[in-house]
């Protein structure tokens, strides 16, 4: 039974741009056994109806375990097979890509789906999806709003985005309650006892993101870009083995100078915490030379850390 | 082998995409992998080895190009996969991301000679999403020369920032494998005079690289799932406001171990290396306080009053090249 339905697969292949009819099946292909008259013509009798059943069977068993469709065309009487989803090519490109990434967190339920016969052995670079991206995802396709607990706060939330960046998950859209656009952390979802994590708060259809929304810039995650703060202009000095990582760290950020001992490094700020603590990183490496209430600011955090490890000072201290 | 035609078939795919994504597997291999036996494999195998039917014209066809069982019982595929050429299905939506995430870092990975067809490839997968995902995948500067010399066979002189010590050293590396684990790239390599251990160097911390001309025999060096980095841990209690945990430097583990007044709360915090734990001090905010262990509490206040030197010191240097 399985080499007449490879048979079957392999005839169809061969005849993949054109039209093939029950009656071509039955005397091309060896397992489609029914009777013709003496002119050539399929006999519509009952072999003729138990080999249309086999075929229909057969045809099932090819789309479930290789994906191959193929359909009944009433008009012409006869089956057309669907065109391949991905050119070989493709197909290539993407085992290629599978034989290179692994990524956890996703259970395929398609056995011999593209890219899990890989050698496991030969991955280089490993990824992890977190697991509420395939909840956010199935609910964005279907624009269903959601619900969770955010830092023990319930949210119902329009998901417009789910993204990876600096190997944290997210997802940006709209919170009801406030009617903002806002920014989760997918790990910072909370556990229900009762429940998924995710679930369901609308109908399908219930929304869709604004038509201007920049998906690769909203889920572009550093503090300096979606920060609220005033945007301000700060340079700082950067010891020379530190400028690389300095760059690494505050993409966008530009040399403005250099000399035998480091650089002057410029960037635009807007997230003024964020920026302290980031830069904080490189301690006595990275001196914030401009703006002044930046500058200020941190000095006064460094001088309550310094002379009182918390206490009056530091809070007289603060920005 | 009591299976289902259905059951027998999906062996059947299951085995043919080894053959096709692996080039050739073991008859062995593949049989244990889906779980039968050998024989049971061969004559699951035989319709596909040997597959023939006769046109209108009576010529006869096959696709026994495709498929071949190896004299060292290898099957491969040596033509292409026919029935996967043929499927016209759309992977299902895990299989969709799982292989739009592997796509989008090949394309990062390849993006100085982008491939037509993978572009094309992750437009289809975007299509089954239907839904944004967006995987932002930037390999730091000096990967390429680090790939480069891997091949070459070459060793690699790096000077390097590290992690643990906050410092920078200079090595000579053989560079045996370049790898990416968790938004991270490394190369892992023997420092050519060194212990003769393969270690993991971040390459995002690689202040500078050039290119070295000693030859080395590449290893198979795996990635290892996990580094045990428990040597270099440094754990200390604080307490501190509640919403400052979430605030401090990545990567640490905070265990709450006390509820205190006014939203607050004693933790305890264990980092990784010297330079995070300083980092880490640093970002403590003014209201909090380290309580154990005492050295660390102070030297909190030696790294603060450190850097204001520094800040006082560039404040002087710039008030005195004034005109």
Partial sequence: MIARVLRLASYLKSRRHGRVTLEDICKDVPG???HFDGSGALVHDASWEAVRKKLRRDLKLLEDAFGIECDYDEPTGSYVVHPPFFTAEERDVL???AALVRVDGIDDEQLAALGTAVDEQGQRVMMRVHRHVLALREALACRRPVTFRYRGTERVFDPWAVGLWRDRWYTVGRVHDAGERRVFRLDRIE????????????DPGSFEPPAQFDAPGALLLDPNVWGQDPAVDARVAVDGDWVQAFLTEFRGSRVESRDGHGAVVTLTVRHYESFRDRLLAFGTHAVLLAPENLVAALRAWLASAAGTNGGAAARSGGA | MARTTAERLRLLARVLAMADERQAVRLTDAAAE????????????????YLEWRDPLGDL?????AFLVTEDDHLVVTDEHWLRGLASKPPDPPSALRLFTAGVVLQAATSRQPSPALDRALAKLSDVLQADVVVHVEPPPWTQLCERQHRRRRTLRIRYLSAVHGEVREHELEPHLVASKWGNWYVLGRIVGGDGAIRPFRIDRIVEAEAGERTFEPEEVELPDWWDMSEHEKTFVARLPARDLDRLPQPNRSIVSRELDGGRVEAEITVIGERH???VLLALSPDSEVVWPQEWRDRRRALARALLERYEATENAAFSSRP
Avoid: Q
């Fill in chain 2, 277 to 279: 734990l300083d980092h």
């Fill in chain 2, 61 to 65: 066809h096959g696709e026994t190009r």
């Fill in chain 1, 95 to 97: 085992v290629a890509a």
């Fill in chain 2, 34 to 49: 889906v779980g039968i036996d050998v024989e049971g494999l061969r004559e699951l195998l035989e319709p596909v080895l």
């Fill in chain 1, 191 to 202: 556990e229900r006892d009762d429940g998924p994590p995710i679930g369901d708060a609308g």
């Fill in chain 1, 32 to 34: 489609y056994d029914a």
